[in-house]
């Protein structure tokens, strides 16, 4: 198989497996290191003509990470675009399964069952509500229908803006320190908050500062996220 992966998590997850399928990758794929791959622009701007010109069989995507448009040109070309729909991290299993076994032909890795078993244990706990800024200037957070949002609220960690209409929505820090909330989380990307970066804006609520990897990304970072993010969130509040 010749596989262009167009997101990091897919990235990761193929070359767990079979690392010599992967002909093409993104500027952002950087897990794990030292890809041979040919790197094909970014996820929001790839170039369409080198992908093309990689004669892929594969180009796997994501309807969130990626543009229609972008996906659109690569399938006029005539290629075979899978596109997987992640909201939740009972979809992230189901499409990653798709994405190995049924688009590149692997057999079921063990690092999914693995996962599946991690998460099968977790046990939330006494419930905390929390803001999840993404970004700053402006300030971004996660809110409605998203995949880090499922494993928070797994992990006992309910998002204030879970029901609003956006799923990334733009909200004033001001709003933000008063929406209820028992806590901020603070994941290092896609803005790289850090210690001196971010908790200062929230000087009444404790800050949890996560990995974003573990929180964002759906791969075999989800056998080793619920113990990775349950003890961020113990630890730093």
Known sequence: MRVVSLVPSLTEAVAAGAPGFLVGVTDWCVHPAG?????VGGTKNPDVERIVALAPDLVVANEEENRAADLAALRDAGLDVLVTEIRSLTQAFTELERVLVEGCGLAR?????????????????????????????????LGRDTFAGDLLARLGVRNVYAEHAER?????????NTAGADLVVLPDEP?????????????????????????????PSL???PAVLGAALGRDL
Do not use: C, K, Q, S
Request: net charge positive.
């Open 168 to 176: 990334y929505p733009r909200v004033a820090v001001e709003e933000l």
């Open 35 to 39: 890809l041979g791959a040919e790197r």
């Open 109 to 141: 890795p063990g690092w999914l069952d693995a996962a599946e078993r991690a998460w099968a244990g977790v046990r939330p706990g006494r419930e905390r509500r929390a803001v999840v800024p993404i970004w700053r200037r402006p300030w971004m957070v």
């Open 223 to 225: 056998v080793r996220a």
């Open 191 to 219: 803005y790289p908050f850090t210690p001196g970066d971010g908790p200062e804006a929230f000087p009444a609520l404790p800050a949890a500062l996560v990995d974003g990897r573990h929180l964002t990304w759906y791969g």
